[in-house]
């Protein structure tokens, strides 16, 4: 069985670009979340998709946003990038809310 | 982040030795979660535990969820073992149920 998937792994953006990162789930998992993970601030929630639905958001600003798709694959948008959205993204799946998560290796955003 | 603390932050073992982090937190859950972080930033959900003692392996989780603790153990430590532990839990922040994780301990163990 296939993990959870990210693309790209690694991408490379400047000031004021928008940027879309993919995650695909585990075959059968409904739920997807994303996660942002600093130095400074460790890991954070960024938010919770489950059946094409947001179910939960983090405490973040407008300019992240998200979708997800009838197979559940999930995609996330943050545009007009600012230097300190430089991290590693994460997403992971699960069954459905609630249960064990699978996480996907990241994509390392930088912003220069 | 003052709903969770982990501690230590930083610990350095011979192989061999029993290690154990340790995650306190000041809300109510109903469940919490302990991460593997490896170099590179993979996470692996090592145990999703809410009540008593889970096992598997070298590793062991308990959670008091009336004292709010939970620690992690591993027995035997060896040198693959070293990585980032983390604990995290779902928590209604009042706008949302969101995972909230302790800022991570970095183990590391020598041979």
């Known amino acids: 069985k296939a993990g959870v998937t990210q693309t790209p792994r690694y991408l490379i953006k400047t000031r004021g670009q928008q940027v879309t990162l993919s995650c695909s789930p585990i075959?059968?998992?409904?739920?997807v979340s994303w996660y942002q993970q600093t130095p400074g601030q460790g890991l954070q929630f960024l938010f919770e998709?489950?059946?094409?639905?947001?179910?939960n958001k983090g405490n973040f600003p407008g300019r992240f946003s998200g979708r997800q798709f009838s197979n559940s694959r999930s995609e996330m948008n943050v545009s007009t990038l600012e230097l300190g959205d430089s991290a590693l993204y994460l997403c992971?799946?699960?069954?459905?809310?609630?249960?064990?998560?699978?996480f996907g290796s990241g994509t390392q955003l930088s912003v220069l | 982040k003052n709903e969770v603390e982990q501690s230590p932050q930083n610990l350095t073992a011979q192989e061999g030795e029993f290690i154990t982090i340790n995650c306190s937190y000041s809300?109510?859950?109903?469940?919490l979660h302990w991460l593997q972080q490896h170099p590179g930033g993979g996470i692996v959900s090592l145990f999703m535990?809410?009540?008593g003692k889970k096992k598997h392996g070298r590793l062991i989780a308990t959670i008091n969820i009336q004292e709010k603790h939970s620690s992690l153990h591993i027995t035997a430590s060896h040198p693959r073992d070293s990585a980032v532990y983390i604990c995290?839990?779902?928590?209604?922040?009042?706008?949302?149920?969101?995972?909230?994780f302790g800022s991570g301990t970095q183990l590391t163990v020598l041979p």
């Open positions: 992971a799946s699960s069954f459905r809310t609630g249960l064990k998560l699978f």
């Open positions: 075959s059968g998992h409904r739920s």
């Open positions: 998709y489950f059946s094409e639905t947001q179910r």
């Open positions: 809300v109510g859950i109903s469940a």
């Open positions: 995290a839990f779902p928590w209604d922040s009042g706008s949302a149920r969101q995972l909230t």
């Open positions: 535990l809410s009540s």
